[in-house]
């Protein structure tokens, strides 16, 4: 005799919830500004995410990725995580550049000065030119006053 299949009885809301998120949270395991700036970093490899920012806010963005990578390379014992362009002075924007003399960089449980000049595609895609100074360590003591965090 033929019995038919036995399905299980239907996953809970939250269960199928849960997996939903799961499903969505997942592929972002392992992601880290770091890889993201890296990956930018290539020739040719462009976030069509960045088309939703303002002008100023890719050139912004794609420079502070620039740095990480820049750093990174240059000063094999760091590695980069996080920039704040902001941190010790207003920097310069225009049409197609950016001048950052009072960035800061975190490395792991540090922070250092940072400095660059960066100058970009018109619309902010691409990096076209980068220099940078990397200075001394920012003292914890200082981290809060300029909006760095651990």
């Keep these: ?13 939250l269960a199928r919830s849960a997996l939903l998120a799961t499903a969505l949270i997942v592929p972002f395991i392992g992601f880290t500004p770091g890889a993201a700036a890296r990956a930018r970093a290539r020739p040719g490899a462009q976030d069509p995410a960045m088309l ?11 420079c502070n990725e620039r740095a990480m990578v ?4 240059a000063h094999h014992d760091l590695h980069p995580d996080e920039v704040v362009a902001y941190a010790f002075s207003t920097p310069k924007i225009g049409d197609d550049w950016e001048k950052a003399d009072g960035a ?7 922070w250092y000065h940072l400095s660059y ?6 619309d902010g895609m691409e990096i076209r030119s980068f220099s940078y100074t990397l200075g001394a360590e920012v003292p914890k003591s200082a981290w809060a006053e300029h909006y760095l965090v651990p």
């Design 117 to 122: 000049k960066c100058k970009t595609s018109e």
């Design 104 to 110: 800061a960089i975190r490395s792991g449980e540090h």
């Design 52 to 62: 939703h920012l303002t002008r100023e806010t890719r050139i912004e963005q794609q």
């Design 70 to 73: 820049e750093v990174s390379q």
């Design 1 to 13: 005799m033929h019995r038919p299949a036995v399905r299980p009885p239907p996953a809970p809301r």
